[in-house]
């Protein structure tokens, strides 16, 4: 059984004035606490960014540098705005593995331990054909981004992107028959599903 890993990077991150994955974050950008992650566990991995027409030099300076460091892969959205169905789409094109766990850039506390204790949910979710594993919350939130895909859900996505654009990824979800887990299961703190999404976000994060 072999995982590998999608990190979405390709949202417009408006309230941090854009290049959310590359805002400075500890020694390094925000991108790279979850680098760092995948690369002590031995996951492979592809980062997805935004559509290449609207790269900036910077951005591929900046993407080439996490080429150089990180020796992994990486992509680029092959609609611009899809939103996060299209990332997964693009990432689950390139990357190999028998399931995929798809990460945003911008949860800077995922810890080793909070995706191990996901992993051991696999072994349930082929048992039962389960194509997805989906932490939720007590008050039925889900953490769609923070979840596996079976290789077997790009078959599905793709078939629902031939007949519309536009749908939910939660649609999606609820088409894989998904094995829900409790986010506690995770970790009890609930801190590795914090996401940065303004300065304000972002100063709290370093402050910690």
């Known amino acids: 059984m072999r995982v ?23 020694e390094g950008y925000l991108i790279e606490a979850i680098l760092k992650v995948l690369v002590e566990m031995g996951i492979p991995f592809v980062v997805v960014f935004k559509h290449m027409k609207y790269l900036g030099r910077e951005d591929i300076q900046r993407i080439n540098y996490l080429l150089s460091k990180y020796r992994q892969g990486v ?14 789409l693009s ?15 911008d949860t800077p506390f995922i810890s080793r331990e909070s995706l191990e ?20 919350h ?24 031939k007949k519309r654009r536009g749908f ?3 649609e ?4 894989l028959n998904p094995l829900y887990i409790p986010a506690d299961e995770i ?13 304000q976000d972002l100063r709290r994060a370093i402050e910690r």
């Open 4 to 26: 590998a890993g999608i990190v979405l990077s390709g949202g417009s991150a408006k309230r941090l004035g854009g290049e959310k994955p590359f805002r400075r974050f500890g």
């Open 75 to 88: 992509t680029w959205d092959i609609v611009y705005r899809g939103g996060p169905v299209v990332g997964i």
């Open 91 to 105: 990432g689950m094109r390139v990357v190999e593995g028998d399931w995929i766990l798809v990460l945003p850039c």
């Open 117 to 136: 204790n996901l992993l051991k949910y696999i072994e349930t979710a082929e048992s039962s054909n389960h194509q997805c594993i989906v932490p939720r």
């Open 138 to 161: 007590e008050n039925g939130h889900v953490e769609p981004l923070f979840s596996l895909y079976s290789r077997s859900s790009l078959k599905v996505l793709e078939e629902l992107l």
């Open 168 to 170: 939910s990824l939660r």
């Open 172 to 175: 999606f979800i609820q088409r």
């Open 187 to 199: 970790d009890r703190s609930k801190r590795v599903f914090t996401n940065i999404n303004t300065f």
